[in-house]
């Protein structure tokens, strides 16, 4: 394998929008950070002091309606998977992303306002060579009628994912996705966030998606889909799960080589399938080349994105 340069931003970038549950105004800032960093959210905002946490398994509090990061303390970010897709999709591997609301902004349901983001902010190469984390073997979850699987993969990262949904509008769909910036762009990165009008209603009316709309989310009943400008793909709403997995699986804290399969999943499989390889040392490796500075152990590595706990369900997950 070749090993490229790790790589950051040249510079910073911010977006502003909602979040999709408080409805309140956000704004979202990407930019450098020193080799080996990895994906860090800054909250700012917060009375005291900012607080930092890093985008690793470990920091994961919650699954069931989005991907929750936070510390002792408790949440702190919010729906991070989907900027976290732009910046492994776009192949950026060290980043600081600093927020000033509990919640990343939902932007459009995709992630290419992120994507933008980061082409207006640059990426530059750095001094040091870009690590992976190499599946040696298959690691398999099951939950109820969903499976997740992560398999040896040595080509670089493959997502393979197939939803089945009651809605005859939904229905079964099955998205098959190499990962490179070019691909991510063109395929994965527009998808948006999709939900069925009964389930958008009922967490209307307990508190929850106040800042969803028709803007950021598709929205089906049980006969038709309601935007008015339509899909952007006949099959979008499985690409965005690709685009969820591809964020949720960055928290491995490197790139992965490996497959992920899922069948019938979303945020709690596809953490549950990354912890479940994090907790096999068998399982995986860190790859690195001979000529990097320092070796890292199983050890070394697995303390920093392990010991996280499945928290209980945070905010809604319509998609």
Known sequence: MKFSRQTTLRSQATVTGVGVHSGLPVNLTIGP?????GFIFVRTGLEGRDREVRATAQSVIATAFATVLGDGQGPLVSTAEHVLAALRGLGVDNAIIEI?????PIMDGSAAAFVAAIDQAGIVSQSGLRR??????????AMGDSFGELRPYAAGFRAEVEIDFANPVIGRQKYMFDLNPERFRREIARARTFGCMNDVARLWSSGFSL???FENTVVFDETRLLNPEGLRYSDECARHKVLDA??????????LLGAYRSL???????HAVLTALMADRSAWRVLE?????????HAEVGSGMMGGMIAPAYGPDVS
Not at 100 to 104: I, R, Y
Not at 246 to 255: H, K, R, Y
Not at 264 to 270: A, F, M, T
């Open 33 to 37: 950070a020193p080799l080996d960093a």
């Open 100 to 104: 000033d609301g509990p919640e990343v």
């Open 132 to 141: 992976f984390i190499e599946v040696l073997k298959p690691v398999q979850v």
């Open 211 to 213: 800042g969803a709309s």
């Open 246 to 255: 591809v964020g949720d699986l960055a928290l491995a804290g490197l790139p």
């Open 264 to 270: 019938r999943g979303g945020h709690k499989l596809n």
């Open 289 to 297: 080349p001979e000529t990097a500075r320092r070796s890292r152990t």
